[in-house]
């Protein structure tokens, strides 16, 4: 196994996830009442970052959302922002898992058809703020997270689709014109 090709796609993931989730905040902030944004990219990184590199990106993953919420003052203690992080980096690792069986272990982002995209970007959201609610719902029983849990799952869908419909049909794109030219 190779250890710094690893550490390479562990610090690459955290970075990757850390500038998108900068890049959302600071130019597509369109957060409701309940804190949660209409469109979070982020959601579609974290998921395309599970598909490319599996657990060893969702661990970037879970890091960079680890330090970004303790930095944000969202979450004030570590134990609680590490547990938080570690939802964000590997929920959709486990929403990727657990379609893969539903596939039959057969993924492939190129060949998988609309339909499919959209069930594992649903899945994906519905994963992501149900392992939330249930922490939040720990953390301070009193808070009403339903309300928020939807337009978070809403974030998560919108931003995911975005994602991975663009990297989708730029490859297609790419290698449309590749073939034209070859």
């Given amino acids: 196994m190779n250890y710094s090709r690893n550490i390479s796609f562990f610090i690459g993931s955290a970075v990757v996830y850390a500038v998108f989730s ?10 409701n009442a309940y804190g949660a944004n209409y469109i979070w990219l982020p959601a579609g990184v974290r998921l395309l970052i599970a598909m490319l590199l599996g657990a060893v990106g969702a661990a970037g993953v879970a890091v960079a959302a680890t330090f970004m919420t303790l930095q944000k003052g969202g979450i004030e203690n ?4 590490m547990a938080y992080g ?7 690792y486990l929403a990727l898992r657990s379609f893969m069986v539903f596939l039959n272990g057969e993924f492939n982002l190129i060949g998988l058809s609309g339909k499919h ?6 899945w994906s959201a519905t994963v992501n703020t149900g392992l939330k609610y249930i922490f939040f719902l720990v953390e301070d029983p009193s808070r009403n997270f339903l309300e928020s849990g939807f337009y978070m799952a809403l974030g998560d869908c919108v931003g995911t689709l975005i994602v991975l419909y663009s990297i989708k049909y730029s ?9 034209l030219h070859a």
């Fill in 22 to 31: 900068e890049i959302n905040l600071e130019f597509l902030d369109a957060s």
């Fill in 78 to 81: 570590l134990p609680n922002a």
């Fill in 86 to 92: 570690l939802i964000s980096g590997f929920a959709p």
């Fill in 117 to 122: 995209l959209l069930q594992l970007t649903l």
């Fill in 171 to 179: 490859i297609y794109f790419f290698e449309r014109l590749y073939r």
